[in-house]
């Protein structure tokens, strides 16, 4: 009951975040008084530490290029292509949004599509003239997809580092059997949010009030730097993958780079455009703190009795088939995540997978179903994923609020069939391609 306590009372300050404490400072808050009482312990952060470190570093270095793009103006520019290429017609408008949001999730992370296609995207909607209930349908189509389509690489979501880091899958494997799997839950998600909104969307809108693409780019060097940038990291990762490099190191190179090239270090900073001082103070620092710190006090909830329960019901799941076994623990770990946010509930499922006597074939498919229920079983509720919070508080900034009643009402609607569609596909195309 006290570890309990204590998860309950530093998950109410992640979220609140009382005079700007800040998730870091409230997570380590919550570590340093569940090691005080002895619900963990010293040797326990090490442990910890071992699990987060590669996944979080990965993720700083992920946000700072997608920072300096955007200070670029790539977005920007990105979106109004996309508008355009929409013709005036408010019907192919909304697919592309959904697939520009589902590339930038795929390439730079779901917290980081989260934090920049949003406002670029409520820029737009304001310049179109959409009504309300439009703007709402685009608005929840880009939060919405951020999480659903952060399945196909490692480094699409934070989540997807950590259990490929703690079950040793390898960049190359994860994408083999995870791509498919996306597209899947893709097409799943154009298909839903297109019953749920699709009466909203305007038949025709005007670009004539939109910018031309080329006249927000800031940083030429930058932007002529970013194609190729991206193809020779794709590359890297795969190269490096049976090398057992760490992803944090070959993703920090690569931000390095690219600071240099905005920084122009090359030229002693001169014709520089884009201040980095203000792109590392923007970029998630407080993520470190909290990976340690909210991972810490979970561990002391498996110390306390938890990750066994769970392994239980897990073992249990096995035993029913593989089918089962895949959709009974994509459920149960987006049920976790909708409650203790999906980073928490990252840890407790594979912490309970590696305890689970299951078969080596429905262990990887657990595996797996634990990375999608904790990508997708966030949209249940606002607290699921830092990429929502992240997401609200963008829109709040901005002007647009939308509470926790009225997300719960879509999330609870539109999230299961996408959910139980990306389940399915990976308990068919995971023994496909693994030849059993």
């Not at 928490?344 to 634990?370: C, F, K, Q, S």
């Not at 949209?379 to 009225?406: C, D, E, M, N």
Request: with cysteine; proline share 5%; charged share 10%.
């Amino acid at each position: 009951m006290l570890a309990v306590l204590i998860f309950v009372i530093t998950l109410i300050l992640v979220i609140w975040q009382p005079r700007g404490l800040g998730i870091g400072w409230s997570a380590l808050g919550g570590a340093a008084v569940a090691l005080a009482v002895g619900v963990v312990h010293w040797p326990d952060v090490t442990v910890v530490w071992n699990i987060v470190w590669d996944a979080t570093f990965t993720f700083v270095a992920l946000i700072i290029i997608s920072l300096i793009l955007d200070e670029a103006g790539f977005f920007a520019w990105a979106a109004l292509h996309v508008s355009r290429w929409g013709g005036g017609r408010g019907h192919m408008l909304f697919p592309l949004v959904i697939l520009l949001g589902a590339f930038i999730a795929a390439f730079f992370a779901n917290d980081g599509a989260a934090l920049l296609l949003t406002p670029i995207v409520m820029g737009i909607l304001l310049r179109l003239n959409f009504s309300p209930s439009a703007a709402l349908a685009f608005i929840i189509a880009t939060g919405f997809v951020a999480d659903t389509t952060s399945l196909p690489l490692v480094i699409s979501n934070l989540v997807n580092i950590v259990t490929a880091n703690y079950f040793s899958v390898p960049f190359d494997r994860y994408a083999l059997v995870m791509v498919p799997v996306n597209l899947v839950s893709l097409a799943a998600t154009l298909g839903v949010l297109w019953c749920y909104f699709g009466r909203h969307i305007p038949e025709r809108y005007t670009t004539d009030a939109l910018a031309e693409p080329a006249s927000v780019i800031r940083d030429h060097q930058v932007f002529i730097a970013t194609f190729p940038l991206l193809a020779v990291l794709m590359v890297a990762y795969f190269v490096t993958a049976p090398l057992g490099l760490p992803i944090s190191l070959v993703t920090g190179l690569a931000a390095l780079i690219l600071m240099a090239i905005a920084g122009r270090w090359y030229v002693a900073k001169r014709g520089r455009v884009i201040s980095l001082k203000r792109v590392l103070r923007h970029a998630p620092w407080q993520i470190v703190l909290f990976s340690v710190g909210m991972y810490l006090v979970v561990y002391g909830l498996g110390n306390a009795g938890l990750t066994p329960r769970v392994a239980g019901v897990l073992t249990w799941l096995g035993e029913q088939g593989q089918l089962i076994a895949t959709v009974g623990t994509g459920f149960l770990t987006a049920a976790l995540a909708s409650i203790m946010n999906n980073m928490p509930a990252t840890l407790v499922g594979a912490l309970a997978i590696d305890h689970a006597e299951v078969t080596p074939t429905v262990r990887e498919l657990m595996i797996y179903a634990n990375v999608i229920g904790n990508d997708l079983g966030p949209k249940f509720t606002p607290i699921g994923s830092l990429a929502t919070l992240l997401w609200l508080h963008v829109l709040a900034r901005a002007g647009y609020r939308i509470s926790w009643g009225q997300y719960m009402k879509v999330g609870l609607i539109i999230t299961p069939p996408v959910l139980l569609a990306t389940l399915l596909a990976l308990a068919f195309w995971l023994p496909l391609v693994s030849g059993h």
